[in-house]
T-cell receptor
Framework: EDKVVQSPLSLVVHEGDTVTLNCSYE??????LLWYKQEKKAPTFLFML????IEKKSGRLSSILDKKELFSILNITATQTGDSAVYLC???????????FGKGTKLSVKP | DVKVTQSSRYLVKRTGEKVFLECVQD?????MFWYRQDPGLGLRLIYF???????EKGDIPEGYSVSREKKERFSLILESASTNQTSMYLC?????????????????FGEGSRLTVL
């Protein structure tokens, strides 16, 4: 069965800390891995990764994919309270090519 | 700007009622999806559609049906709502993948419809 596992499930840090969120997967017909940020409403797209070892970066956020070890990490440096959210990892693959979501990591950044 | 609109943000219904959740996208996307999101379970795919009048079952289709009469609109129907269908429902859309490479893996989500069934 295809699955995506995120860890930790929740995390509390203080402003200025650096955090690393993990996403491992076992998905047939892998096509891409995506990260989303969800605050109170709709998930918003962060990154899409298709190739191993190529870091994607946007401001204080960065992500990298390892297709050999079947995982990805999302790094957030110098965290701010506005980074508090649930971060979702999703892998496109499986028999239908749809996105398979992990359960998310809830990040709380304290002032 | 990309826009996926769900008509109802909050609904309260009684057991046995028929419930319609409407979703409209203005991006001319071929693909549309309905997910439900529950604490500890993440997002689970209910149904999706690759084209008008076309529908495919996702991971948890039981108790739900869908309708896609127009490209921009995808409706989720609960024929007889039950308390275990209390949840946040998220609609999403995406472009279709073509061999020419016109493809994005990105889903665009609506704001969600929080349904409570009493």
């Amino acid at each position: 069965e295809d699955k995506v596992v995120q860890s930790p499930l929740s995390l509390v840090v203080h402003e200025g800390d650096t955090v690393t969120l993990n996403c491992s997967y076992e998905v047939t017909n892998f096509r891409s891995l995506l990260w989303y940020k969800q605050e109170k409403k709709a998930p918003t797209f962060l990154f899409m990764l298709t190739s191993s070892g190529i870091e994607k970066k946007s401001g204080r956020l960065s992500s990298i994919l390892d297709k050999k070890e079947l995982f990805s990490i999302l790094n957030i440096t110098a965290t701010q309270t506005g980074d508090s959210a649930v971060y979702l990892c999703a892998v496109r693959g499986g028999s239908q090519g749809n996105l398979i979501f992990g359960k998310g990591t809830k990040l709380s950044v304290k002032p | 700007d990309v826009k996926v609109t769900q008509s109802s943000r909050y609904l309260v219904k009684r057991t046995g009622e028929k419930v319609f959740l409407e979703c409209v996208q203005d991006m001319d996307h071929e693909n549309m999806f309905w997910y439900r999101q529950d604490p500890g379970l993440g997002l689970r795919l209910i149904y999706f559609s690759y084209d008008v009048k076309m529908k495919e079952k996702g991971d948890i289709p039981e108790g739900y049906s869908v309708s896609r009469e127009k490209k921009e609109r995808f409706s989720l129907i609960l024929e007889s709502a039950s308390t275990n269908q209390t949840s946040m429902y998220l609609c999403a859309s995406s472009l279709f993948w073509l061999p020419t490479g016109r493809y994005t893996g990105e889903l665009f989500f609506g704001e969600g419809s929080r349904l409570t069934v009493l």
